[in-house]
């Protein structure tokens, strides 16, 4: 004890790692996947001045053609955190067991003019009240994202397909970048993220008679990772969280309300990532007609 608090005042502490314990995990958790909404310029200025809202990301990715981009600078990643720091990107978010994802995720910003627009007096059907204008995302920024998200997947194993999410797959209720045109598809061919099997999503769709009963569902997507509470009522914040999932991995179908595809494509991916779910206590197994 006195050697230590001699060492410490000298600055001259000698630790000894010889035994490391098993019982820790990484800290990141999550990719989380953002579009800007504005231009380079006013992206810039936003992630990494102080204003109303304070925001961050660790990583900012501009687009092509971009008339604020310097014109003397190749279109290149931008780190504005560093990994080892908290950005402020998620927000009030939740996934799988966890919330304050802040704390445990990575924030990419992919500068993109996309906005979904709510409608000021809503109809009766919810997804007639929301109206994405996304426009198609640069190639150029995309291969860069994709290079950047390798990099961070072989340096944090603990980010699992299923864990590289949009930011409204973790905030539903408040998000709904980076919308229903960003290509999570293409992404998963380079091995980032996860997506669906077809055979395995078209047997669920030939094999459902009915449509799944709304406890299943909803027990089933919290079971993929959403934050939805199991309540037997198909709510709003259901539908929210819906819509999320639609926008990630259904986009020609973003309405809020169950179809055959939406459950097919949700059982497929739970059969891939979670096959466990459908034979354990979880007991998620559908029963399917031959």
């Known amino acids: 004890m006195l050697l230590l608090l001699s060492c410490s005042q000298t600055g001259l502490v000698s630790i000894n ?28 200025k936003a ?13 900012l990715i501009p687009e092509s053609f971009d008339p604020t981009y310097p014109a003397d600078k190749p279109l290149q990643v931008y780190q504005l955190v560093p990994e080892s720091q908290r950005a402020w990107h ?27 627009y709510q409608r000021k007096v809503p109809l009766a059907q919810p997804a007639q009240n929301e109206l994405c204008l996304t426009p198609d995302f640069d ?20 980010i699992s397909p299923s864990r ?31 997506w669906y099997d077809n055979p395995t999503m078209l ?16 027990r089933a997507l919290q079971r993929y990772g959403y934050g939805i509470e199991v309540s037997g009522v198909w709510d709003d914040a259901s539908r929210n969280v819906l819509m999320a999932f639609q926008r990630h ?26 096959p466990d779910s459908l034979t354990g206590p979880d007991n998620l197994a559908l029963t399917l007609q031959e």
């Open 249 to 274: 991995f259904v986009p020609n179908r973003v309405s809020g309300e169950l179809d055959i595809e939406t459950c097919a494509v949700l059982w497929a991916l739970l059969e891939k990532y979670f």
């Open 164 to 194: 590289v999410v949009a930011h409204s797959d973790i905030a539903p209720s408040r998000k709904q970048d980076p919308g229903p045109r960003f290509p999570w598809q293409w992404l998963a061919q380079q091995g980032i993220g996860a």
């Open 47 to 59: 992630l990494t001045q102080p204003g109303a809202t304070a925001v961050s990301a660790h990583y």
């Open 139 to 158: 190639p150029a920024q995309l291969q860069l994202l994709a290079t950047l998200l390798k990099d961070i997947l072989a340096r944090n194993p603990e």
């Open 203 to 218: 047997k669920y769709w030939q094999g459902m008679s009915a449509l799944p009963d709304v406890h299943l569902v909803q």
């Open 90 to 116: 998620a927000g009030a978010s939740h996934w799988e067991d966890r919330s304050a994802l802040n704390d445990q995720s990575i924030g990419i910003e992919l500068v993109n003019l996309g906005w979904c």
């Open 17 to 44: 790692t010889e035994h490391q314990s098993v019982n820790r995990n990484e800290r990141v958790r999550l990719l989380v996947l953002h579009y800007t909404a504005i231009n380079w310029q006013q992206s810039l």
